[in-house]
């Protein structure tokens, strides 16, 4: 009788333990392949017809709607505490990628680019198109072709087109370190089994097993470092510059001027790739603020300075040389005397120079922590040994001008970016959400100061007052923007943008 008891009362609460499974159990859609989404508490589940779970998850992180679409990227945390994610097809119910990524990152919202990951193996999928490319690759990044693609297994790279379609190999590269952008071309720094080499636009592998690390490209110079030190190589003509013998580097802010030394022995490249001066100096200091336009070099225990054509400004005389604020150096004499100075600069058959230096002030007997003088003295003596150098400091005004041609443009765009790729996403996504039909082009004349601040702008050429309008608009929501740079200074300069509407 006890027994029979005992039966009816689990028999019992069986059924309300399934009453109540059923009640927290909802039917949340049935799709025409006969799966079935189930959500059962916090947890969405996908079900076979037979029964079987597909794959489930907790949390929902973003819906996509574009491109004939209807995704979901969803997320869970599986049995080790880990997130995991996935992409779901609200329309077909099926995972177009299974809940097991690690990461998903978007690369670009105007064509559903995503980056995927899985451990320390990279893929990449594309929304609008489908196409998966599964994380089998210990490298995946962008290319400098626009919505190109480079995936790399630890024997060979692969070059992809925005479709995902393989294009081109690489045979070695196991991933890209870094990218280098010169006047010239762009390229990648690809790691290889023994070293590294440097990949083209075109894919052009120039590589070499010596090579121990590229440390960049002036023009057509390659900067390498071996196991027998630091050297050129023309990545045009194949032939070495300069052998690889020399045991530091270093460049300026601007990267305008490279520096190499083997002991006392300098030689300098401009950014063309050109040897530009050669010379003698136990130690080089490079100033933070005029940067390519001169340096301090010692001797002997002692700092002088020269400018970038190699004319000593001031011969060797300054125990040390401290920099304050702006141009502003502290000059300390082997007697204890503190100097205080400005650099000044001059043109000199159309190049801004390094000619002289204004000494500000001058206290004897002082360390350079002393307190200076505020005054400044009524003559400003000028220290220069340069026979041609002209005498009148360079007018206030001048350093405003406002250059139209530069070395280096003002732009907006990152490194291993294209400004014109970015415009145009810019400009199809602003034609979409504002629901623009017009089409023409817009041209914008831009003056943009030192600081990055656009000062002006002017409307050089439009094809319809609406375009005009979105190009203003448009033009106030990009930021970013750095100064061009001539002869190796920040300066204001003009920059004209094309809107292709």
């Known amino acids: ?58 949390s929902l992180e973003q819906n996509i709607k574009r491109w004939g679409r209807s995704l979901s990227v969803v997320k869970r945390t599986d049995s080790l505490g880990k997130k ?13 990628i299974p809940v097991e990524l690690d990461q998903l990152s978007r690369i670009d919202d105007i064509k559903g680019y995503y980056q995927t990951r899985i451990g ?13 490319l599964s994380p089998v690759f210990n490298y995946t ?7 190109w693609f480079v995936a790399c297994s630890l024997t060979t790279g692969f070059v992809f087109d925005e479709q995902l379609n393989p294009i081109d190999t690489i045979p070695g590269m196991s991933s890209v370190r870094t990218r280098i952008i ?3 071309n762009k390229w990648m720094v690809a790691v290889m089994p023994k070293g590294e080499g440097v990949v083209d636009t075109i894919n052009h592998l120039l590589y070499n097993q010596a090579w121990t690390q590229i440390i960049t490209i002036y023009g057509p110079v390659l900067v390498v470092k071996t ?29 305008a001027n490279m520096y190499l030394s083997k002991g006392n022995q300098w ?21 933070s603020n005029h940067y390519a336009d001169g340096f301090y070099f010692k001797l002997a225990g002692l700092w002088g300075l020269m400018n970038r054509k190699g004319q000593v400004i ?16 502290d000059l300390l004499f082997p007697n204890g005397r503190v100097e205080k100075a400005d650099w000044i600069f001059s043109d000199v058959n159309g190049e801004y120079l390094l000619t002289g230096l204004k000494i500000i002030t001058s206290v004897a007997g002082q360390d350079r922590n002393a307190d200076f003088q505020a005054e400044v003295p009524k003559e400003l003596p000028t220290l220069t040994n340069l026979p041609d150098a002209p005498g009148p400091v360079r007018h206030e005004l001048d350093q405003d001008k406002l250059f139209v041609k530069m070395e280096i443009d003002p732009t907006f765009s990152s490194l291993g970016e294209s400004e014109k790729t970015i415009l145009r996403q810019r400009i199809d996504a602003y034609k979409k959400e504002q629901n623009i039909k017009k089409t023409g082009k817009v041209e914008v004349k831009l003056v943009v100061e030192k600081d990055g601040k656009i000062s002006s702008t002017t409307i050089v050429s439009s094809a319809d007052p609406l375009l005009t309008d979105a190009t203003k608009t448009l033009l106030n929501t990009i930021t970013g923007w750095r100064a061009g740079i001539q002869n190796g200074r920040v300066v204001r300069g003009e920059k004209t943008l094309v809107f292709e509407w």
Request: with cysteine; glycine share 8%; hydrophobic share 35%.
């Open 267 to 287: 030689v300098v490249l401009d950014k063309q790739g050109r040897l530009t001066l050669e010379f003698k100096a136990d130690s080089v200091k490079l100033s």
């Open 227 to 255: 196991g027998k030190g630091i050297g050129l190589h023309n990545v045009e003509t194949g032939k070495l510059v300069k052998p690889y013998k020399y045991t530091h580097y270093m460049t300026d802010l601007a990267e």
């Open 182 to 184: 010169t006047d010239r």
């Open 141 to 147: 990044g962008r290319h400098f072709r626009t919505m």
């Open 314 to 329: 001031q011969k060797p005389v300054w125990k040390k040389v401290t920099e304050q604020y702006f141009s502003t150096t």
């Open 1 to 58: 009788m006890i027994v029979q008891m005992k039966q009816i009362t689990g028999f019992i609460l069986f059924i309300c333990c399934s009453v109540q499974i059923a009640a927290q159990t909802d039917t949340l859609k049935k799709f025409t392949n006969g799966n079935i989404l189930l959500r059962q508490q916090q947890n969405t589940r996908l079900m076979s017809p037979a029964g079987a779970e597909l794959g489930s998850w907790t």
């Open 84 to 96: 995991k994610k996935g992409v779901f097809d609200q329309q077909n119910g099926v995972f177009v």
């Open 120 to 132: 320390n193996q990279f893929g990449f999928y594309v929304a609008s198109t489908g196409k998966v």
